[in-house]
């Protein structure tokens, strides 16, 4: 991940908030906040926008979701 620079403006690029929300909204309630979990599909996620976004595209909810079986699509 990107380091944070002072006047960087989305410290956790590439992704957005709504990405990291969609990870967390996991259907399994034990894995819901848990760091190995998260740190596990940042991972994932890292590796498949590597292969499938352009540079500098950011990683939303939707690229999320349709990567990631066993979360909530609402």
């Known amino acids: 991940m990107a380091r944070v620079k002072e006047g960087m403006e989305n410290p956790i ?3 957005d908030e709504s990405a990291l929300r969609a990870m967390l909204d996991t259907e399994d309630p ?3 906040g848990s760091p190995r979990f998260i740190l596990k599909n940042c991972y ?3 590796q498949r926008a590597a292969e499938k976004l352009n ?3 950011v990683i939303n909810d939707a690229f ?3 990567e990631m079986p066993g ?3 609402e």
């Open 13 to 15: 690029y590439p992704f």
């Open 30 to 32: 034990t894995l819901k």
């Open 44 to 46: 994932q996620i890292l």
């Open 55 to 57: 540079a500098g595209e």
């Open 64 to 66: 999320v979701k349709q």
């Open 71 to 73: 979360l909530r699509n």
